[in-house]
């Protein structure tokens, strides 16, 4: 298969480029590298080396396949991306190319302004790209579990929709999950679904939806073959993920920070995990003109679970902090995730031992661990 994966050489697309090029594919990736900018703008880089792009692609080319690479920013430069939609001739295309950070898109407003340009303009780009240059493309979105909100309101969160029964009428129909967005940046994600919607409607494109959980983890298998394949770590309040920073603070001896009573239920992924499930998605297009959603997720764990297993096994201490974000002090979660297990999904659960694999990790790039960066996240 074709594969063009926009933001390939981000956290999630970099080890998601791999996998997919190890597996046969010819795999193009397209990254404008903002995100190695923001790390020199926060001056919390991830706690593992990053090599240069020319770098990871050469030692790629040894282990996993030729990666071809181009540099190009999605939101800013539609010519380019048609071009290039034309040019490589795509079977499937992946929209990793989006601000990912929830914290991020709360600092301010320029970043507020950036996520909402660059996430919307850049996935409608992609969509409309699609429609001039060839409709058959499949395009598989990473999107968010954020987009529901947190609660069970509707009892198990269902892969994108929900039937409901008309008050008035008695009819019953289908709907797109009600979004409930917690940052700007997943409100971005919302945005997106709606355009989806669109999209599919008026020009039958082939989309699949991924609401991807809380990514923990660092490495993959096919990271975990020569150091300069490594992932990012980042371990900062902003862009560190929940899992992976109390990780981080386990390992330099700083106490477990945990936000309000750590009630928070969240559901969790792996993030070799993510890389299979892009992976399934594109190799199993969806057959109908709807938008596929599926719920990319593991586990549900509270916070305060999660820091009581670190607790108990390396013996951190936990601390309670203030919240800085405005979301349910306790809430409870179920998530179906059916959908790609029908395709094969079999997910990696935390466990001591990867939690540990992490762990060491960490200890090894000690030197890097900036306590100014634990607590730096915005309130909102």
């Not at 008026?202 to 959980?213: A, I, M, P, S, Y």
């Not at 993920?241 to 386990?250: C, G, K, L, P």
């Not at 299979?276 to 916070?303: H, T, W, Y």
């Not at 679970?305 to 974000?325: C, K, M, Q």
Request: aromatic share 8%.
């Amino acid at each position: 298969m074709n594969i063009l994966i926009l933001g390939g050489d981000g956290f999630c697309g970099w080890p998601t480029s791999l996998r997919l090029a190890r597996a046969g594919h010819i795999v193009t990736i397209a990254d404008n590298l903002a995100r190695r900018a923001v790390d020199l703008k926060l001056s919390s880089a991830s706690l593992t080396d990053i090599a240069p792009v020319a770098t990871r692609l050469a030692t790629a080319r040894d282990h996993v396949g030729e990666i071809d690479f181009r540099l190009l920013d999605v939101a800013q430069d539609p010519g380019g991306l048609r071009a290039l939609i034309a040019e490589c001739r795509p079977d499937a295309i992946v929209q990793f190319a989006e601000q990912r950070a929830a914290p991020y898109s709360m600092l301010g407003d320029a970043e507020r302004r950036y996520t909402i340009d660059n996430n919307v303009t850049g996935t409608h780009n992609v969509l409309s790209a699609i429609v001039d240059v060839d409709p058959e493309i499949h395009l598989v979105h990473l999107g968010t579990m954020g987009v529901y909100g947190y609660s069970r309101e509707f009892g198990a969160i269902p892969e994108g929709y929900l039937k409901v029964e008309i008050a008035q009428t008695g009819n019953e129909a289908e709907i797109l999950y009600p979004a409930n967005p917690g940052s700007v940046y997943h409100m971005t994600k919302c945005l997106d679904q709606l355009l989806f919607q669109f999209y599919v409607k008026n020009w039958g494109l082939k989309v699949t939806d991924l609401h991807q959980g809380v990514v923990w983890g660092i490495e993959t298998e096919e990271t975990r073959l020569d150091p300069r394949l490594v992932n990012r770590f980042d371990y900062d309040g902003i862009y560190g993920t929940v899992i992976n920073r109390f990780i981080s603070q386990t390992a330099n001896g700083h106490p477990l920070t945990v936000y309000g009573t750590g009630g928070q239920s969240r559901a969790f992924i792996h993030i070799q995990d993510t890389a299979r499930c892009v992976q399934l998605a594109l190799e199993a297009p969806p057959e109908g003109r709807k938008v596929r959603i599926f719920n990319q997720v593991a586990e549900v764990q509270s916070v305060r679970g999660l820091a009581e297993i670190l607790r108990d096994t390396y013996g951190a201490d936990i601390a309670f902090v203030d919240n800085p974000r405005k979301e349910l002090p306790e809430n409870d979660l179920e998530v179906d995730n059916t959908g790609l297990r029908s395709l094969g999904f079999e997910p990696i659960t935390l466990t001591a031992g990867l939690v540990e694999d992490v762990r060491l990790i960490a200890e090894r790039t000690a030197a890097k661990f900036d306590t100014d960066n634990v607590l730096n996240s915005p309130t909102w």
